[in-house]
Antibody, heavy 124, light 107 residues
Framework: EVHLVASGGGLVQPGRSLRLSCSAS????????VSWVRQAPGRGLEWVSS??????????EYAASVKDRFTISRDDSKSIAYLQMSSLKPEDTAVYYC???????????????WGQGTPVIVSS | EIVMTQSPATLSVSPGERATLSCRAS??????LAWYQQKPGQAPRLLIY???ARASGVPDRFSGSGSGTEFTLTISSLQSGDFAVYYC?????????FGPGTKVDIK
């Protein structure tokens, strides 16, 4: 069974950093892209970042709201994707989900499946 | 950035009735449109991809249609487990964007 588990969330002060992990199982992780999507309390979904498989160069995409502050990466030997978040702001408070997807050089397909999400609270 | 809008914001439906949800894109997204279902406290679940293809395990009472800028998700006969929030997402262009969601609740 394909399974993703997001972890690493917690309470962090504004301006500090946090690293989220997305652990995958049940499929060949290196063949797939991974995305992070967040959901602020009581709000809708916001795409955050995506990383393609190494077969497509492992290239990355970011939302403007996190570009230059967040870095997505992957370790295919461990079947884990990461989201390194720095210079955190209160508006980054959200549940962060990771999801698998198929991407080529140009675009990515739908997100499926999603992990259960890890909460991040940015507050002093 | 492509702006996605959904209507209505809330849809009150009785079990067994039909529900029709709309999603509109500010510019053409071709068929690169997905629908997700989210229940309280759960992660979203893919229902429809490429505008009209049902994801694995999704009951055939869920159907999607449309292309370009206008899309529709239809639930033919609502069951108790279908009361949830439904989001559309365009993945045709970066940044990918979601609609604000339609909440389907019990009438």
């Amino acid at each position: 069974e394909v399974h993703l588990v997001a972890s690493g969330g917690g309470l962090v002060q504004p301006g500090r950093s946090l690293r989220l992990s997305c652990s995958a199982s049940g499929f060949t992780f290196g063949d797939w892209a991974v995305s992070w999507v967040r959901q602020a309390p009581g709000r809708g979904l916001e795409w955050v970042s995506s990383i393609r498989s190494e077969g497509y160069g492992g290239t990355t995409e970011y939302a403007a709201s996190v570009k230059d502050r967040f870095t997505i990466s992957r370790d295919d030997s461990k079947s884990i994707a990461y989201l390194q978040m720095s210079s955190l702001k209160p508006e980054d408070t959200a549940v962060y989900y990771c999801a698998r997807r198929d991407c080529n050089n140009i675009f990515c397909a739908a997100l499926d499946p999603w992990g259960q999400g890890t909460p991040v609270i940015v507050s002093s | 950035e492509i702006v996605m809008t959904q209507s209505p914001a809330t849809l009150s439906v009785s079990p067994g009735e039909r529900a029709t949800l709309s999603c509109r894109a500010s510019q053409s997204v071709g068929s690169n449109l997905a629908w997700y279902q989210q229940k309280p406290g759960q992660a979203p679940r893919l229902l429809i991809y490429s505008g009209s293809a049902r994801a694995s395990g999704v009951p055939d009472r869920f159907s999607g249609s449309g292309s370009g800028t206008e899309f529709t998700l239809t639930i033919s006969s609502l069951q108790s487990g279908d009361f949830a929030v439904y989001y559309c997402q365009q993945h045709n262009d970066w940044p990918e964007t979601f609609g604000p969601g339609t909440k389907v609740d019990i009438k």
